[in-house]
């Protein structure tokens, strides 16, 4: 299993940038696809980025493309999602997830953290 815990969340005003960091702790992170979600009140959970276990492939939600960007530091066990550009639409709650098998564009995760809050103010 792996732990993760999400941070870098805040208020930003529109156009602004935000990075959040997802920390893993458990067993070897190198092994694991990692993924960013987010949720917007009222609205389905949605995948927004993912990485590949070694970095080398990338997904992007096709509203994000451009502006966010997807990293990994396997040595440090942590994922990162740069978010710049960042508009109202972009306000939810974003989650790290991770999963043991490949499919960067499949949502079907297995483990996650808690959330961090994102607000974008216009």
């Known amino acids: 299993q792996v732990q993760l815990v999400e941070s870098g969340g805040g208020l930003v005003q529109g156009g602004g940038s935000l990075r959040l960091s997802c920390a893993a702790a458990?067993?070897?992170?190198?092994?694991?696809?990692m993924g960013w979600f987010r949720q917007a009140p009222g609205k389905e959970r949605e995948l927004v980025s993912a990485?590949?276990?070694?970095?080398?492939?990338?997904y992007y939600e096709d509203s994000v493309k451009g502006r966010f960007t997807i990293s990994r530091d396997n040595a440090k066990n942590t994922v990162y999602l740069q978010m710049n550009s960042l508009k109202p639409e972009d306000t939810a709650v974003y989650y790290c997830?991770?999963?043991?098998?490949?499919?960067?564009?499949?949502?079907?995760?297995?483990?996650w953290g808690r959330g961090t809050q994102v607000t974008v103010s216009s």
């Open positions: 458990g067993n070897t992170f190198s092994g694991y696809t």
């Open positions: 997830a991770g999963k043991t098998t490949s499919g960067i564009a499949s949502d079907s995760y297995e483990y």
């Open positions: 990485i590949s276990r070694q970095g080398y492939l990338t």
